[in-house]
C-alpha cells in the first residue's frame, strides 16, 4: 500500500485503508470539519475518484477531530468566490440579486451535490463522532450506512436559527414524521435516540469506531459490486417511489422561501438587536453576505 500515490485535496484526506475500502476524511479540525465550498467540491473529487478505481468497493466517509461537523461554514471561503470552483450541475446566475442567486447556488452546492452522493455507484459508510451538526447532517445522511460512536449528537439549529430545516429535507425520511417534527422542533437527537429511530446503524465505544467502521467496510467488500450497488440502488428507490425527491424538493422551496423572509423581515422591518444573540450573529453575517 505504501507504493500507491494517492490524490491530495485541501480539505479532504483520501487513502485506502483495507483491501476494497477507500476512506475520505474531512480534515479540518480547527473548523470543527465546518463544510466550506472547498470542501464540498473536495470531498465530490474524492468521492470521484474512488468511483473509478475499480478494486474499490465501499467508502468510509469520516472526519478528524473531536467532532463529524459542525454544519455549512458560513464564514465563506476567504477571497474565493463560487467562479474559483467548478460548475458540476445544471444551475447559473449565483450572482442575481434577490431570492434567484442564492436558490441556484443552495440548489448547486446542498441539495443537488448531496443527491449525487447519495445515489452514486458505490457503498457509502459514515463514521460519526461527537457532534454532527444542521449541515453536517447532510454528510451523514447521503450515506448508506451510519455508524456513530457512544457520544454522537445529532443535532439541527435551523428551528433556533428560526428557519424549517436545512436543504437536503431528510429528515422524516430517515426517522418517522412524528419523531422528525420533535426533532425539528427540539433540536437535539441523541445517539441512543437516533439508533432506535433507525437513523444509525450501529453505536460503539469511541475508542473503537475506526476499526469496528473500516471491520465492517471490509466485511461488506465480499459482496460483488453489483449486489452492493443494486441493494442500495432499490432501497434509495423505495424510497423515491414513495415521493421522497418531490417532497424534498418542495422542502428545498419552503427553505428558500426561509431565506427570503428572514431578509425582508430583519432587513427592513426588524431591529437585530432586540433578537436573541445566536439569531442575531446568524442573521448579520447573512445580512453581510448579501451587501457583498
Ligand atoms: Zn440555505
Not at 419523531?179 to 437527537?189: D, F, N, Y
Not at 444509525?200 to 466485511?219: I, Y
Not at 428558500?256 to 446568524?282: C, F, M, S, W, Y
Request: glycine residues 6%.
Amino acid at each position: 500500500m505504501s507504493q500507491v500515490e494517492f490524490p491530495t485535496f485541501q480539505t479532504v484526506l483520501y487513502d485506502e485503508p483495507r483491501p476494497g475500502v477507500a476512506r475520505v476524511t474531512l480534515n479540518r479540525p480547527e473548523k470543527r470539519n465546518a463544510q466550506n465550498m472547498q470542501m464540498t467540491y473536495d470531498i465530490n473529487s474524492a468521492f470521484d475518484h474512488a468511483v473509478r478505481q475499480p478494486h474499490v468497493k465501499v467508502i468510509v466517509l469520516a472526519a478528524v477531530g473531536q467532532h463529524f461537523s459542525s454544519g455549512h461554514d458560513l464564514s465563506g471561503d476567504g477571497s474565493k468566490t463560487w467562479k474559483d470552483f467548478p460548475v458540476l450541475g445544471t444551475w447559473a446566475n449565483f450572482d442575481q440579486p434577490g431570492a434567484e442567486g442564492l436558490y441556484a447556488r443552495e440548489m448547486e452546492i446542498y441539495l443537488e451535490m448531496t443527491e449525487r452522493w447519495r445515489n452514486i455507484s458505490k457503498l457509502l459508510i459514515a463514521q460519526v463522532q461527537g457532534k454532527c451538526v444542521t449541515g453536517g447532517l447532510m454528510l451523514a445522511w447521503c450515506c448508506d450506512l451510519i455508524v456513530a460512536s457512544d457520544d454522537a449528537q445529532f443535532i439541527c439549529t435551523s428551528g433556533k436559527m428560526g428557519g424549517s430545516g436545512i436543504e437536503y429535507y431528510a429528515y422524516p425520511w430517515e426517522i418517522s414524521p412524528r419523531q422528525a417534527k420533535m426533532w425539528l422542533l427540539t433540536g437535539e437527537l441523541s445517539v441512543e435516540k437516533a439508533q432506535q429511530y433507525g437513523m444509525v446503524n450501529d453505536v460503539v465505544p469511541r475508542a473503537d469506531l475506526e476499526q469496528h467502521t473500516l471491520e465492517l467496510a471490509e466485511r461488506l467488500t465480499k459482496h460483488t459490486s453489483w449486489t452492493l450497488n443494486m441493494t442500495k440502488s432499490q432501497v434509495n428507490h423505495a424510497q423515491d417511489a414513495q415521493g421522497r425527491r418531490s417532497s424534498m424538493q418542495y422542502a428545498f422551496a419552503v427553505h428558500q422561501l426561509g431565506h427570503a423572509h428572514r431578509k425582508l423581515t430583519v432587513g427592513a422591518n426588524v431591529d437585530p438587536d432586540t433578537l436573541p444573540e445566536n439569531i442575531r450573529q446568524h442573521y448579520l453575517r447573512r445580512i453581510e453576505r448579501a451587501a457583498e
